[in-house]
């Protein structure tokens, strides 16, 4: 009930707005009509008196006497003697010309001539007077074009409120109804090729990635909660054992670690959570692999640890490149750690890199990808992953996950942005 009452509202708010403004507008045009009748109409009686004056001061001067006027509506008074006294009065002062009114439906147009005819025409011109003598037939006329233009302009207020105003109505009743209980608003108007189609996808999209945003806020929360939780756990442990015989050194080495650890891992959640770090572009591969290679020490200073690097001299992906390093970043940790021996191959499978370590036992690569499995006795590169699978899963990347022959291999598909150049 709450949403019925604005929407009537809005519907009797363009209804009395279309009226309003088209009898408005009806009447401002009518009023203009009748003057300009007026206007024209009095113009072509003053051409008519104009042209008789004309006529008997030319013959005046032609012949030296005053002809009789041509139209039965016209009189002339040769002397100010012989002219009624109302018209006398009329023409009073200076005036060489006046209206009068008299009962009934007489109108006298009055003209002096010339001052040496001494002549006085006037017109009786009531017969003449179009626009007043249809006076009632003119009121009933505008009374008729208000409604109709009325009933005109309330017809097109329902046509628009039913192609716009509706779907609009519409359109705010699915996002009201569907954007709190929904995990994707799909709304039914996003088909439409006009304005309203353009709105309902731009709603979509944007409530779309509110959602993602949310969702991004709330598995921060969740993962850092639980990402920190055990290694806090671990350094107030070494620390309170330690007491006041000081750190080891694999106590201040594992420290070491474990703030490392957290470190890359606020890294990866932060640019989890940020929306800039879901724009994709394409980008190649090869040379920001070989500086995540170098830039890891046990790689690049201790000759122990073997990397066998397989590749095309390009690889061109479509993804973010900061997430991309930090997947690197991760895969490489969790192989140093956990590999059996000091050995990773990374090569290309089709349209899938490939990271491969040797593992002791064959093990279940099914909950790897999960949160939560971090055991200190994890097999092959298990801690991490679950990190790992949301980078993949933000870049759209496919990822399996193979363990046999004692050997473990995670396999990234670059589908379907990658091309590879020899």
Known sequence: MQTERPKGRLKRKVLTLFGGFTLLICLIYS??????????????????????????????????????PRLPQFTLYPSPDETPQAFITALDGERRKAELFVAGHQHFHLRELTPDTGAILASEVGNLLTVSSQSERLIWMLVATFLCTTALALCLAHRLITGTVRPILSLASEVESQAANTPSLKLTSSNRNDEIGFLARTLERNVRELQNARQREVEFTRDVSHEFRTNLAVASNTLTLSGNRGLKASEAHELSAILANMNRTVTTLLALARSESFERKMFDLRPLLENRLLARPEISIKESFEINLTLAETIHVTGNPHLTELLLDILLDNAIRHASQPNLNIYQDGDALVFENPVQTTFDTKPLFNA??????????????????????????????????????LSISVFPGAQSQA
């Not at 679950?386 to 004692?406: G, K, M, V």
């Open 372 to 409: 939560g499995i971090r055991g200190e006795n994890s097999e092959g590169i298990g801690q991490g992953l679950y990190l790992a699978s949301r980078i993949l899963t933000a870049q759209e990347w496919h990822y399996s996950a193979h363990c046999e022959n004692q050997a473990f291999s």
């Open 31 to 68: 009023g203009i009509g009748i003057i300009a009748a007026y206007v024209i109409e009095d113009q072509l009686i003053d051409n008519l008196i104009n042209n008789e004056v004309d006529y008997i001061e030319r013959h005046f001067r032609e012949h030296g006497e005053l002809p009789s």
